[in-house]
């Protein structure tokens, strides 16, 4: 049944239109019942086997897994290192999906692609159109600056961890509080906008 539920979720993003630079995840799987959990193992498979059909090579970088929710997947490109996406992987299910947040909006390379032009902005409905372009406006150094000042101004007991990732169409910081992390901080590459994903579950585990 697994190796079904597998097949049938590369099956369907075979024939949504995975391409260079385009994903669209199905969520139909999502609601699959299986007798038990998968395990972080076959997750990581799972994984894997999406990541096969990119013409880019890439890679598992690192791995949340949470207590009571599905573990999220960093994924990286091989030969750059950069940022490509940000996925779960259903425990109940096995479906590979991608990360509910404002990164599947901002991504400009590998997720939401619409033609050669994106939607980016402040939310599914109230986003504006821009060219596809794979370089953030906003240098490392301006994503910082931004990223600083604002858990410095609005988050109380909260700061950046020195590890970063650069994605293409935006940026992505730890936020830590008692030095352990407990969400994301995101920083749009083109108008500096600024988006925050807190844990809801336990981070039990950190895989690299």
Not at 20 to 35: C, K, M, P, Y
Not at 92 to 100: M, Q
Not at 151 to 174: C, P, Q, R, W
């Amino acid at each position: 049944m697994r190796k079904l539920v597998v097949s049938l979720i590369v099956t369907g993003i075979l024939f949504l239109g995975v391409g260079v630079s385009g994903l669209f995840l199905s969520n139909d799987n999502r609601d699959v019942r299986e007798d038990e959990d998968f395990t972080l193992e076959q997750l990581t498979e799972n994984v894997e086997s999406l990541l096969e059909i990119y013409d880019e090579p890439l890679k598992i970088s690192m791995v949340y897994v949470f207590e009571n929710r599905d573990p999220y997947f960093l994924i990286t490109e091989v030969n750059t290192e950069r940022g490509a996406m940000e996925l779960r992987a259903s425990v109940r299910s096995g479906a590979v999906y991608a990360e509910r947040s404002i990164a599947n909006m901002w991504n400009v390379k590998y997720t939401q692609r619409m033609g050669n032009r994106r939607i980016i902005g402040s939310g599914m409905m109230g986003g504006y159109y821009r060219d596809y372009d794979l370089d953030n406006e906003l240098t490392h150094e301006e994503a910082v600056e931004i990223a600083e000042n604002y858990v410095t101004l609005k988050m109380e007991g909260i700061v950046l961890d020195a590890n970063h990732h650069t994605f293409y169409g935006y940026y992505s910081f730890h936020l830590l509080k008692d030095r352990e992390i407990v969400g994301i901080l995101r920083i749009n590459g083109f108008d500096g906008q600024v988006s925050i994903s807190r844990f809801t579950g336990a981070l039990v585990e950190i895989n690299k």
